[in-house]
Structures are given as structure tokens and as C-alpha cells.
């Protein structure tokens, strides 16, 4: 995926796209055809890994990026003219909602495995709508807080490490205001 635009500005990410998604309405919108592209990877990578939901092996595709992803959003919201609602507050009760929706798949349920053994495809589907769901309006809330969640990520999980050093608290749950010394 790299290689593919590595004639350009690696450090731009605007530049991560062949053909910067702009956000005015665009009609013969470059956004469908990134989004079949990444579709039709998807569904290439994920024949694979659906042979066996349950097994142990599993990636994430490479893309959509999450800045893709952003992109894919604004030019959504952009051709509806919904930007007007999607300031954040909106966006947190939207992402909110979502979560809740994915809770809803799980209630009653007792306590679910890793890989959800004995769920119906149509129960994995949903599951993956929902949790597409809060990723959308995870990534747009990031957005307009003007936070760079990628980035965003990789410093709270250097905190996270420094806070629970592997060697103190390998194998324990405790939160780590538990640890006295
Ligand atoms: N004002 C809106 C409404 C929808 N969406 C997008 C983002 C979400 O990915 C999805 C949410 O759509 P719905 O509110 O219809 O929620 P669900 O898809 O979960 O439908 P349902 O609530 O029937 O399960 O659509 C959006 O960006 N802005």
C-alpha cells in the first residue's frame, strides 16, 4: 500500500489518497471509487480469515486508514449537507448510541468468547456494523476536537506503558492507583 504513493510526501497525509477527497460535493466522486477499492480489498483479505472467525489467526486489513476513513465521512456528510448537525456534543450521543447498540448485541448472552463461537453470520455482521458505526463517529468526533487520533494513540499507549510496567504488573488486573509501591 505504501509503495503505491511513494511518490508522494510520505509525512502529508493528505496525500495518502491518489486524488485528495475534497470537501465540497464532488458528482463523479472520487469517494466511490475508493470506497469499491477498499471494499473489494477487504473482501479479498477478509475470504480468509471468515474460513475461520473462530480461530486464533487474525489482522486487521492495512486499509482504510483511519485519516481514509475521516475522508470517506467528510465527503458522506459533506453531500448531505449534514455537517450543520455533526458538531461534537452531537457526535458523542451519536457515538454513544452506538456503543449502546453494540452492548444490545451482547446482552443476555452470558459470558462470549473470543471469536464468538456459535454466533450466527448474520449476528457477525451486525456486530461489525455497529462497532463500524462507533469507528465512524469515534474518528469524526477526533475530527472536530482536532484531535490526530492515529498519533493521539500511540502517546496514550507509551502513557499506558509507563504506567503499568510490564515487569511490576504482569499476570494482575489492579488499577494502577492499587500498587503501593
Ligand atoms: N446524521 C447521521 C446519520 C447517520 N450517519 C451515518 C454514520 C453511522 O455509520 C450511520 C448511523 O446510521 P443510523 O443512525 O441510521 O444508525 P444505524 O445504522 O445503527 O441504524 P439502526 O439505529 O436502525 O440500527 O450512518 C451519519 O453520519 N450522520
Given amino acids: 500500500f505504501l509503495e503505491k504513493f511513494s511518490h508522494l510526501?510520505?509525512?502529508?497525509?493528505?496525500?495518502?489518497?491518489?486524488?485528495?477527497i475534497n470537501t465540497h460535493v464532488n458528482p463523479a466522486s472520487s469517494l466511490v471509487m475508493h470506497f469499491h477499492h477498499f471494499r473489494r480489498t477487504a473482501q479479498?483479505?477478509?475470504?480468509?480469515?471468515?474460513?475461520?472467525?473462530?480461530?486464533?489467526?487474525?489482522?486487521?486489513?492495512?486499509?482504510?486508514?483511519?485519516?481514509?476513513?475521516?475522508?470517506?465521512?467528510?465527503?458522506?456528510?459533506?453531500?448531505?449537507?449534514?455537517?450543520?448537525?455533526?458538531?461534537?456534543?452531537?457526535?458523542?450521543?451519536a457515538l454513544v448510541g452506538e456503543v449502546g447498540e453494540v452492548a444490545e448485541l451482547f446482552q443476555w448472552r452470558g459470558e462470549v468468547s473470543e471469536g464468538l463461537p456459535g454466533w450466527s453470520d448474520s449476528d457477525r455482521e451486525k456486530?461489525?456494523?455497529?462497532?463500524?458505526?462507533?469507528?465512524?463517529?469515534?474518528?469524526?468526533?477526533?475530527?472536530?476536537?482536532?484531535v490526530d487520533l492515529p498519533q493521539a494513540v500511540l502517546r496514550k499507549m507509551e502513557l499506558n506503558r509507563r504506567k503499568y510496567p510490564a515487569s511490576k504488573v504482569h499476570g494482575s488486573a489492579k488499577k494502577y492507583t492499587e500498587y503501593t509501591d
Avoid at 9 to 17: E, G, H, M, S, Y
Avoid at 47 to 75: C, K, M, N, V
Fill in 9 to 20: 510526501n510520505p509525512i502529508d497525509t493528505r496525500t495518502v489518497l491518489p486524488e485528495p
Fill in 44 to 93: 479479498q483479505n477478509g475470504t480468509a480469515r471468515r474460513s475461520d472467525p473462530e480461530g486464533g489467526q487474525f489482522s486487521f486489513s492495512a486499509e482504510p486508514s483511519l485519516e481514509q476513513i475521516r475522508r470517506l465521512q467528510a465527503e458522506f456528510t459533506e453531500e448531505r449537507d449534514w455537517s450543520q448537525f455533526h458538531q461534537p456534543r452531537n457526535l458523542l450521543m
Fill in 127 to 146: 456486530v461489525a456494523q455497529e462497532l463500524s458505526d462507533v469507528c465512524i463517529y469515534l474518528v469524526e468526533l477526533a475530527e472536530k476536537c482536532r
